[in-house]
């Protein structure tokens, strides 16, 4: 049986831990496995990317990786 949570993707939220602290954003994905969400502008990392059709030069590009949901709370909006 799958977790419930009270957090849905659109919400916002405000990060209440870890190096981001104090910022909010609204939730792009929420990762039931993981017990994390992705939100907008927080906690990002910068990833490699290969040269493909698309993007010729490749590079880098910064991603937001996912956040512990114990770590954001609901804000009102």
């Not at 939220?13 to 992705?38: F, N, P, S, Y």
């Amino acid at each position: 049986m799958a977790k419930t949570f009270k957090i849905k993707k659109g919400d916002t939220v405000m990060v209440i831990a870890g190096d981001d602290k104090g910022t909010t954003g609204e939730v792009l994905q929420v990762l039931t496995k993981k017990e994390a969400v992705i939100v907008s502008g927080c906690k990002k990392a910068k990833k490699a990317v290969k040269p493909t059709e698309e993007n010729k030069e490749g590079g880098f590009a910064n991603v937001e990786m996912p956040i512990h949901i114990s770590n954001v709370k609901k804000v009102e909006a």
